[in-house]
């Protein structure tokens, strides 16, 4: 297989779930500037007329885009790895609740604070905004050492990585302590020290 990812963006939480299934393959960094990889050799476009990551290219050549999807298709072929409940069970769809909201609640919000077009009041509405859905997910944590429980899944690779954007846009998440301790428990996988050092983010 091989791994279209940008350093950073959200393709790091599949690039996360790939290193804790320990399945092989090739990660292929993409230059989001100009659309290209294998330093600047292949259009990216050709591939993958979107233009964005992450995207998963399977032994038999079919492609696979959309962050959640790819997270879910990884862990579905290790389910020894118990990242994702099986399909059909309750366990599954709440993990599928988990990951729409970080998506679509958390995710979507930030996208307006990395531009830099947008007008100053319009990113303190996103950032109020985004403070809301935290303070939501801070009582969901209570008592959890994880989004689903007591076991770490493929949610918690995708809000690892959107809560790393705060840190870059100047939303301070420190008040969560629910959060901050997850994310502490997050960051020390073998998984996510793997991904962070190939992408060159420490």
């Keep these: 297989m091989k791994f279209y990812y940008s350093p950073g963006v959200c393709s790091l939480a599949s690039h996360i779930v790939l290193r804790e299934a320990a399945m092989p393959f090739a ?34 050549g079919q492609l696979l885009s959309e962050g959640p999807l790819i997270m879910q298709y990884v862990g579905d072929q290790v389910p020894e790895k118990g990242i994702v409940p ?43 905004r985004i403070c809301d859905r935290f303070g939501w997910l801070e009582q969901q944590l209570n008592r959890r050492d994880y989004m689903m429980g007591a076991k ?34 997050i960051a020390t996988r073998p998984s996510v020290q793997e991904a962070l050092q190939v992408e060159g983010l420490v």
């Design 27 to 60: 990660p292929m960094r993409v230059d989001l500037r100009t659309h290209t990889f294998n330093n600047g050799a292949d259009d990216y476009y050709a591939l993958n007329p979107r233009g964005y990551v992450p995207l998963l290219e399977l032994a038999d």
């Design 86 to 128: 099986a399909w059909g069970s309750m366990e599954r769809y709440r993990l599928i609740e988990r990951l729409a909201f970080i998506s679509s609640e958390l995710h979507k919000n930030f996208g307006p604070l990395f531009d830099p077009r947008m007008p100053q009041d319009v990113k303190a509405i996103y950032h109020e």
């Design 152 to 185: 770490f899944s493929v949610a918690d690779a995708y809000l690892f990585v959107v809560c790393n954007w705060g840190k870059i846009v100047g939303v301070d998440l420190t008040a969560f302590e629910n959060l901050q301790s997850l994310l502490g428990r």
